[in-house]
């Protein structure tokens, strides 16, 4: 199972692009990366996901450099509601036994 | 997309009963869920892994008596927590695949999560 590295925290304010670095070493051949977001007192929820160079939906942007060593999940100009621990995760499918890291926690400032 | 709903969303119960959550998907049938546990401010921790029709596989360190997991139907996995004690309160979440979305991928849905809180 890959295990992922994050920082821990980090803060941002309000209008500003947020990049959030995660490390996964050991990410094999057929793993995906998927980033959830968790605000307190509710379940992960689904940001985006990507298994190589970029990919970008309506709330995220996801770069992921050839080696697969990392990932960034980008947010553009986040609000104070984008204040939440964001979650890398790394598996594919057979391997939906996933072990969370500690996350990033994201405190967005006014 | 898909939908894994909980219940109980908060329970609060004296020490000494025993607690039942529920884990529904909602629109897909899951072969396979997950529970999680998260105390406050700490990442989830996986518990163990659901399977329909057979007996759960637990993590190392949860006790298998203690946290009864039943997945009797594709669409529902419960979680019971027995004789629950203080140390038992914590915020537990399931989650599950759909095996039907297309490319798989790996992607979870997790449920809105179950607040336990034994007095």
């Known amino acids: 199972l890959a295990k992922t590295t994050q920082p821990i925290s980090m803060d941002s304010y309000e209008g500003q692009e947020v990049n959030i670095t995660c490390s996964h070493n050991?990410?094999?051949?057929?793993?995906?990366i998927t980033w959830y977001q968790q605000f307190p007192s509710q379940g992960p929820r689904f940001i985006i996901q990507g298994y190589k160079t970029k990919v970008t939906n309506e709330v995220a942007s996801l770069f992921i450099p050839a080696d697969r060593k990392s990932s960034t999940l980008s947010l553009p100009r986040v609000s104070l509601s984008d204040t939440a621990v964001y979650y890398c995760?790394?598996?594919?499918?057979?391997?939906?036994?996933?072990?969370f890291g500690t996350g990033t926690r994201l405190k967005v400032l006014a | 997309g898909a939908v894994v709903s909980q219940h109980p969303s908060r329970v609060i119960c004296k020490s000494g009963t025993s607690v039942k959550i529920e884990c529904r998907s909602l629109?897909?049938?899951?072969?396979?869920m997950f529970w999680y546990r998260q105390f406050p401010k700490q990442s989830l921790m996986l518990m163990a892994t659901?399977?329909?029709?057979?007996?759960?596989?637990?993590e190392q360190g949860v006790e298998k008596d203690k946290f009864l997991i039943n997945h009797a139907s594709l669409t529902l996995s419960t979680l019971t927590v027995t004789s629950a004690h203080p140390e038992d309160s914590s915020f537990y979440i399931c989650?599950?695949?759909?095996?039907?979305?297309?490319?798989?991928?790996?992607?979870?849905?997790f449920g809105e999560g179950s607040r336990l809180t034994v007095l």
């Open positions: 629109d897909f049938q899951a072969t396979t």
């Open positions: 659901s399977n329909e029709g057979s007996k759960a596989t637990y």
């Open positions: 050991n990410i094999a051949t057929n793993d995906y």
């Open positions: 989650s599950a695949r759909d095996p039907l979305a297309g490319v798989d991928t790996g992607e979870l849905f």
């Open positions: 995760l790394v598996g594919s499918s057979g391997t939906y036994k996933y072990i």
